[in-house]
C-alpha cells in the first residue's frame, strides 16, 4: 500500500471518528470541561489537517512542484483540474488552523474547534478526490 494510500485511510478514519462523537460535542463549553472529549477532538482535527497537508505535499511532488511551506503545498492542488478553486481556497487555511491547535492550545478558541466540526465536507471531498486520482493511478 502506498504512503497516499495509508494516509488517505487514516483521513477517513478520523472523519469518521469526529462525525461519531460530533453529538457529544454539545458546545465549547464540554471541551472545557470534559479533558478525553477535548484531546479526542483536538487530536483527531490535528491529524487530519497534518493528513491533508501531506497528502497535498505527495500530490505536488509527484507533479514536481515545489512548496515553501505547508500552505504551498495545499494550493499547489490548484494546478490539477479535479481540485476547485474554492475548495483549494478552504482547504489552504487548515496549515494554519493546525498551527492553532498546536500552538495555542492554552488560550484555544473552543468556538472555533466546534465551528470546525461542522466543516468537515471540505476535507471529505478532498478525501473522495484523491481517491479517485489513486484509483486512475
Do not use: K, W
Request: overall charge negative; hydrophobic content about 40%; proline content about 3%.
Amino acid at each position: 500500500m502506498s504512503h497516499l494510500v495509508e494516509r488517505l485511510t487514516e483521513l477517513r478514519r478520523h472523519l469518521e471518528h469526529l462525525r461519531e462523537i460530533r453529538p457529544r460535542v454539545t458546545g465549547a463549553e464540554i471541551l472545557r470541561r470534559d479533558l478525553s472529549l477535548h484531546n479526542d477532538v483536538l487530536f483527531s482535527l490535528q491529524v487530519i489537517c497534518q493528513l491533508v497537508i501531506d497528502i497535498s505535499g505527495e500530490l505536488s511532488s509527484r507533479n514536481n512542484q515545489r512548496f515553501g511551506d505547508y500552505t504551498e503545498s495545499v494550493r499547489n492542488l490548484a494546478a490539477r483540474p479535479e481540485f476547485s478553486a474554492t475548495l483549494v481556497n478552504t482547504l489552504s487555511r487548515l496549515p494554519g488552523f493546525r498551527n492553532v491547535l498546536i500552538h495555542e492550545y492554552v488560550t484555544l478558541d473552543f468556538q472555533q474547534v466546534v465551528a470546525a466540526l461542522d466543516r468537515l465536507e471540505p476535507v471529505e471531498e478532498f478525501a473522495e478526490i484523491v481517491r479517485r486520482l489513486e484509483l486512475e493511478a
